[in-house]
């Protein structure tokens, strides 16, 4: 059975998968055994994104903890990396995200961070999941109450972070209608920079749509239009980010993790000399490592597996293809905000423009397609499917390779091909696809990105079973 927890929390269309009783009963089980594994009254700070439902998950969710005797502190709409920073300055149990990241606005999802800013591991997860039905016997209710100061204190945090200043860089932040739309445009100001904000303005169902770092293209037009120097794309929840150089250019994770690393490597400041990526890191980037001779580690797709490689390393940074960077000298988790100004302030340190830091990497054509499934688990016994793949990396040989991996959040295939020229790569990604499309699917395909480097693959549970992921 498929645990609840997926890579990033609970996630589901609100009403149907994600329902208000299930909300309550994730509060409940999460302060029992939260409880258990403390002092028997955990405090959680709660924040949400702008998503219209949020409000109401969070009352539910609440309802839950106080029902098991912990307490909530309301922080409001806030990024999924604040909630981190200010459950560890709460001195609190958790932090709980509600939050469906880059998804649209009918989803939304519960996430946990642990008391120091952290995932919570799998094994607790699965014991929240286990004690769903449990009531417990509290020996208190809980109480509930608003956070003092937040935002401030995350915004300090940010500025904190700035290794320069950016006086007189003219940028455009696209917020995606999301956690952003406030704090992303003041912390580049309080920086110096000339900010242009663009998608800042939440409705409750403009998240995410059509905008922030699943369309880059977006803040890039912009950048193009008004002559600026650089472009920031955040998703909903604001853990990722995309950028855009001044000639409209996008920039994805793995370029700003290339750019972050060789920055650091060259100052002697990388410690063990690496670096953590994922399975999806282009080519490109792998290259550029070893040329510098900086050690790669590639984690199974998702910021919570590059956080464990880089807590078992000891590597100070890590990050995906999709925007999410972790700088763990500043951060337990990827956040969106702290990238953009890390790598701004790369880019004014070092007297160069972000397409030149961006140049540090040649990044090999990437096509991604999604295919729905009736059933994502389905994908490891399906034959037919991996005598594809084996097809594919045959006519490859070594000039490219594929992945094939079921997604942990939604009922979809990923084929992933990477090759020396797009049309190898859209080929074999089609030929590919369309035996997933025959042996596992019913419904209709899922739109293809044409590259997976411009749109930001989701972050969920890599799996490549011709190379053992």
Same mark, same amino acid.
């Given at each position: ?157 940010? &500025?904190? =972070? +700035? @290794?320069?200043?950016?006086? *007189?860089?003219? #940028?455009? /932040?696209?917020?995606?209608?999301? %956690?952003?739309? !406030? ?34 293209? &977006?803040? =890039? +037009? @912009?950048?193009?239009?008004? *002559?600026?120097? #650089?472009? /920031?794309?955040?998703?909903?929840? %604001?853990?990722? !980010? ?228």
């Amino acid at each position: 059975m498929a645990r609840m927890f997926g890579t990033d929390g609970v996630r589901g269309v609100v009403g149907e998968d994600l329902t208000l009783n299930l909300a309550t009963r994730i509060g409940r089980a999460a302060a029992l055994v939260l409880g258990a594994h403390g002092d028997g009254h955990p405090v959680m700070v709660v924040g949400r994104d702008t998503r219209a439902s949020g409000s109401m998950v969070e009352a539910a969710l609440a309802e839950g903890v106080v029902s098991a005797g912990g307490d909530v502190i309301l922080a409001g709409v806030q990024t999924t990396p604040a909630i981190a920073f200010l459950a560890t300055d709460e001195h609190a149990a958790a932090g709980v995200v509600i939050s469906a990241s880059h998804n649209p606005p009918e989803y939304n999802g519960i996430k946990f961070f642990d008391g120091a800013g952290y995932k919570l591991d799998d094994a607790l997860e699965d014991e929240i999941e286990r004690r769903l039905d449990d009531h417990g016997t509290p020996s208190r209710i809980g109480e509930v109450r608003e956070i003092a100061g937040g935002a401030e204190r995350y915004l300090s945090h940010l &500025v904190d =972070a +700035a @290794e320069a200043r950016l006086d *007189g860089m003219k #940028v455009v /932040v696209d917020c995606a209608n999301g %956690a952003a739309s !406030a704090v992303a445009p003041e912390a580049l100001r309080r920086l110096g920079a000339e900010v242009t904000s663009i998608c800042d303005q939440p409705d409750g169902m403009n998240i995410n749509d059509g905008c922030g770092a699943l369309h880059p293209d &977006v803040v =890039a +037009a @912009e950048v193009l239009r008004i *002559g600026a120097d #650089v472009g /920031v794309a955040h998703d909903g929840d %604001a853990d990722r !980010a995309f950028f855009a150089d001044a000639q409209g250019n996008i920039i994805d994770g793995d370029q700003v993790l290339a750019a972050a690393a060789l920055y650091l490597h060259g100052q002697g400041r990388l410690r063990a000399d690496t670096v953590v990526s994922t399975v999806m890191a282009n080519v490109g980037f792998r290259k550029a490592m070893e040329a510098a001779g900086i050690t790669n580690v590639a984690a199974k797709v998702g910021d919570r597996y590059v956080l464990e490689e880089m807590r078992r390393t000891g590597a100070i940074i890590g990050g995906e293809q999709s925007g999410h960077v972790i700088f763990g000298e500043r951060a337990t988790t990827g956040d969106g905000i702290l990238t953009a100004i890390e790598f701004l302030s790369m880019a004014a340190t070092t007297g160069s423009t972000v397409g030149e830091l961006a140049a540090c990497m040649r990044r090999y054509p990437q096509v991604l397609v999604n295919i729905k499934v009736r059933d994502r688990g389905s994908l490891d016994g399906a034959d037919e499917v991996w005598d594809a793949v084996r097809e594919v990396e045959h006519d490859l040989g070594d000039r490219g390779r594929v992945l094939v991996r079921a997604s942990g959040t939604e009922p979809l295939v990923r084929v992933m091909v990477e090759a020396e020229s797009e049309v190898l790569a859209a080929d074999g990604a089609e030929a590919i696809a369309s035996r997933v499309r025959a042996t596992l699917s019913d419904v209709d395909e899922v739109p293809a990105s044409s590259r997976a480097s411009r749109v930001g693959a989701p972050s969920t549970l890599g799996f490549d079973r011709s190379k053992g992921y």
